[in-house]
């Protein structure tokens, strides 16, 4: 059995969780209060700057060069196609990130990106990126399985339940493959480590949005 199912059965349970949260279930039946929403999306404008630096450091790392390119285009796509998805939203709503503080889910989850791919190996920084992709496109796909008609969320599950980001999502799957199958078993247990941790905080992720988290103290 290849690696990538491996790392998927062991989030499956932590999955489960993802689509039988009330963000997820209120956004698929375009019920989600506008104002969790718009939490959500600026938080993720700040993440997206920072996984697309994450990203642009594994292209860096990337060996063979060929996947210099494919990391590069990764971070093209977080910065292009998904900060546009949230321009049309800011627009729609009047809002923007400008001002906004990343709340302690965002903070923890970026600085554990930037962190993991800047002072741990490819091979580690690839799996722990893998979720970013992975997950965004299984529940893209379980919303639009559900369709519900005039969702104003409709342009957010159209894009991740694309074809276009589906391809990428393809190649950051085979990417991880390819690393793990040369990789010492020391380093694939940290690559499922990577996955866990990161998979644990896009869960974490929603929530917060749900519960509109703000900075305790
Ligand atoms: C938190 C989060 N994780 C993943 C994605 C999809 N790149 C995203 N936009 N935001």
């Given at each position: 059995m290849s690696?990538t199912p491996q790392?998927w059965h062991?989030?499956?349970?932590?999955?489960?969780?993802?689509?039988?949260?009330?963000?997820?279930?209120?956004?698929?039946?375009?019920?989600?209060?506008?104002?969790?929403?718009?939490?959500?999306?600026?938080?993720?404008?700040?993440?997206?700057?920072?996984?697309?630096?994450?990203?642009?450091?594994?292209?860096?790392?990337?060996?063979?060069?060929?996947?210099?390119?494919?990391?590069?285009?990764?971070?093209?796509?977080?910065?292009?196609?998904?900060?546009?998805?949230?321009?049309?939203?800011?627009?729609?709503?009047?809002?923007?990130?400008?001002?906004?503080?990343?709340?302690?889910?965002?903070?923890?989850?970026?600085?554990?990106?930037?962190?993991?791919?800047?002072?741990?190996?490819?091979?580690?920084?690839?799996?722990?990126?893998?979720?970013?992709?992975?997950?965004?496109?299984?529940?893209?796909?379980?919303?639009?399985?559900?369709?519900?008609?005039?969702?104003?969320?409709?342009?957010?599950?159209?894009?991740?339940?694309?074809?276009?980001?589906?391809?990428?999502?393809?190649?950051?799957?085979?990417?991880?493959?390819?690393?793990?199958?040369?990789?010492?078993?020391?380093?694939?247990?940290?690559?499922?480590?990577?996955?866990?941790?990161?998979?644990?905080?896009?869960?974490?992720?929603?929530?917060?949005?749900?519960?509109?988290?703000?900075?305790?103290?």
């Amino acid at each position: 059995m290849s690696f990538t199912p491996q790392l998927w059965h062991a989030i499956t349970p932590l999955y489960h969780s993802i689509t039988a949260h009330p963000f997820i279930a209120e956004l698929t039946q375009g019920t989600l209060p506008q104002e969790k929403f718009q939490h959500y999306i600026q938080q993720d404008a700040l993440y997206l700057a920072d996984f697309a630096r994450a990203l642009a450091v594994m292209a860096a790392k990337a060996e063979p060069t060929a996947w210099v390119h494919r990391y590069l285009r990764f971070a093209e796509g977080a910065i292009v196609v998904e900060k546009a998805l949230h321009g049309s939203y800011f627009q729609t709503f009047g809002i923007s990130e400008e001002g906004v503080v990343k709340s302690p889910a965002c903070f923890a989850y970026t600085n554990y990106l930037t962190a993991t791919c800047w002072q741990q190996s490819f091979a580690v920084g690839v799996a722990a990126l893998l979720p970013c992709f992975w997950i965004y496109r299984e529940v893209g796909n379980f919303i639009w399985q559900q369709h519900q008609p005039d969702n104003p969320y409709q342009a957010w599950i159209d894009t991740y339940a694309g074809e276009e980001f589906s391809a990428i999502v393809d190649e950051a799957i085979q990417l991880t493959d390819a690393v793990a199958q040369v990789a010492s078993p020391e380093t694939r247990h940290q690559m499922q480590e990577a996955f866990l941790y990161s998979s644990r905080l896009e869960w974490l992720f929603w929530d917060s949005a749900y519960r509109l988290e703000q900075w305790p103290v």
